[in-house]
């Protein structure tokens, strides 16, 4: 028998050898199995391994960046102590060096110790450090809302950290050689711009590769390096107690960051989906699961959530070929965020709410109590101090989920708020009020934590940084107020704080629940996904 004879009577009986091992196709091709990028990561990547935690760590060093850069105003714009130079016009029954006669005292430490004592910033003069201060947060909002629209578009969550990173490194010594308060002034406004960008971008970069069900303590894991860079700082100023000195030493970091880890860094591999490059995401994808131990199959391809919830219908041999380098880059901006009712009332929602929990957890750490004790070990207290309530809220923030939480932790602060308030300022009650204002500091400052978080979750990745800078520009903002508050003194403060916190926690109770709910791509793949349940509105 002929070979061609053999072959047509084994495909008449139906035993074609290829069948059992590849099972052909109508239209003659194998088509490519879509998956989200949740589904790739839960089946194939590994949701959380080696590779996620080695970038999560690396990537997160940037918040370390923004606690330095934020926090060093507190040991640069001090006002150091003082103390007698002659006998002559300087009584030790003066309150204040407004009250002696010029040149009968000097400062500790020198004149260029603080640039309050550089710049003459005491007596009538005093206002202008508030005024670096809010000027320095004013940049911080601006730059959330430039960098947080430049890392969803060309620029990318990678190439947006970087610039931010190296804006930080060069404003920081700049601002070390400002010749008089108005140069240290724009020097400040500068470096709070390039500042505003930085935990942002490092937060969406270092949580987005992270599977659902690890993103939440991954989220909230951020902000322990927030409070280490507070802590460095401590000691970097105990060494460095020239205020010029000072900022040299701590944009340091900074130059390291860029040299040391960036190159380090993988770009997002959703940002890559979103914008077209489909080809790039999936050897990152690659990479993860290698790195992992894990195996990608090649018969599965990245997509869209809207592509895989509409992906029904059969494509010709070409476009599967061309499929995956093809893609057209999505698009998003603030205006897509508020064009959809959807993302549109969330926005206003989160942007009120960080507002709110802004002014309570700036205006609390300003409002504190001065215990007397070392400058130094003061900072690195309170820093480590807000480390037991990320810790707390990162162990039951899967199991109570976003929105409860959210809730409970606003109120408890505005809780301790308000019966700090009816405390009185002397005696006792004194210490009442500080112990108050602690706890009021640490219920709020593991919402500040889970509003990241929950913010993120709320929108998908088309806008996900434009929405978030925008809510980043709200605590700003929240910033900028939070010491026109404090200058109110006695116990207005306290209950303008347990207001806003108690108000904070009503409007969270309008937003959904987003546990265990995947991080959608596209507007259209999450009005989708929400369409079918309407009941998450509530």
């Given at each position: 028998m002929s070979k061609s004879s053999a072959l047509s009577t084994n495909q008449q009986d139906g035993g074609d050898l290829r069948s059992p091992l590849i099972p052909p196709a109508a239209d003659g091709y194998s088509k490519p199995k879509k998956v989200t990028m949740d589904q790739m990561l839960e089946k194939y990547c590994g949701e959380f391994g080696w590779w996620q935690l080695r970038h999560f760590v690396l990537t997160s060093l940037a918040w370390a960046l923004e606690g330095i850069h934020t926090m060093v105003m507190i040991f640069s714009d001090r006002e150091p102590g003082w103390r007698c130079s002659t006998s002559r016009g300087c009584g030790s029954t003066a309150k204040s060096v407004c009250d002696l006669e010029p040149g009968s005292w000097e400062w500790f430490g020198g004149i260029g110790s603080s640039t309050v004592s550089e710049f003459g910033l005491i007596c009538g003069q005093k206002y202008r450090v508030g005024l670096v201060q809010a000027l320095f947060f004013a940049g911080c909002m601006i730059g959330a809302g430039v960098f947080g629209h430049l890392s969803d578009s060309k620029l990318g969550r990678k190439g947006s950290l970087t610039i931010v990173c190296i804006l930080n490194a060069i404003f920081?010594?700049?601002?070390?050689?400002?010749?008089?308060?108005?140069?240290?002034?724009?020097?400040?406004?500068?470096?709070?711009?390039?500042?505003?960008?930085?935990?942002?971008?490092?937060?969406?970069?270092?949580?987005?590769?992270?599977?659902?069900?690890?993103?939440?303590?991954?989220?909230?894991?951020?902000?322990?390096?927030?409070?280490?860079?507070?802590?460095?700082?401590?000691?970097?100023?105990?060494?460095?107690?020239?205020?010029?000195?000072?900022?040299?030493?701590?944009s340091v970091p900074s130059v390291l960051f860029v040299i040391l880890v960036l190159p380090f860094l993988h770009e997002s591999p959703r940002w890559c989906l979103v914008r077209g490059k489909v080809d790039e995401a999936m050897k990152i994808m690659h990479k993860i699961a290698i790195s992992n131990g894990k195996h990608l199959p090649d018969g599965v391809l990245l997509a869209l959530d809207s592509e895989v919830n509409n992906d029904d219908a059969?494509?010709?041999?070409?476009?599967?070929?061309?499929?995956?380098?093809?893609?057209?880059?999505?698009?998003?901006?603030?205006?897509?965020?508020?064009?959809?009712?959807l993302t549109r009332f969330r926005l206003f929602l989160a942007v009120a709410i960080n507002f709110f929990c802004s002014v309570v957890y700036y205006g609390l750490s300003l409002n504190a109590v001065n215990l007397g004790t070392n400058l130094y070990l003061n900072v690195a207290l309170n820093a480590v101090a807000e480390m037991p309530a990320y810790l707390i809220t990162a162990l039951v923030l899967d199991r109570l989920g976003r929105k409860p939480l959210a809730i409970w932790t606003m109120w408890f602060s505005g809780a301790f708020c308000l019966a700090g308030s009816l405390m009185k300022g002397y005696g006792a009650w004194k210490i009442v009020r500080m112990v108050c204002g602690v706890l009021g500091i640490f219920g709020m400052a593991g919402s500040y934590n889970l509003l990241f978080v929950y913010s993120m979750e709320l929108f998908p990745t088309v806008v996900r940084n434009a929405a978030l800078g925008c809510a980043t520009q709200a605590s700003q903002m929240g910033a900028i107020l939070a010491p026109l508050v404090v200058v109110l003194g006695g116990g207005i403060p306290f209950a303008v704080f347990g207001a806003c916190g108690i108000a904070g926690g009503l409007l969270v109770m309008y937003l959904p629940e987003t546990l265990n709910r995947p991080l959608y791509d596209t507007m259209a793949g999450m009005e989708e996904a929400e369409a079918e349940k309407p009941c998450i509105l509530a």
């Open positions: 920081g010594c700049i601002t070390a050689f400002s010749s008089d308060y108005w140069t240290y002034t724009l020097f400040r406004f500068l470096s709070g711009f390039s500042t505003g960008g930085t935990g942002l971008c490092s937060f969406v970069l270092a949580t987005e590769p992270v599977g659902q069900s690890w993103r939440g303590v991954a989220g909230m894991s951020t902000f322990y390096f927030f409070s280490t860079g507070i802590a460095a700082l401590s000691a970097i100023a105990y060494f460095f107690q020239s205020w010029r000195s000072l900022y040299i030493a701590s059969p494509h010709s041999q070409s476009e599967s070929k061309l499929e995956p380098d093809t893609k057209e880059a999505l698009n998003g901006s603030l205006l897509d965020v508020l064009r959809f009712p």
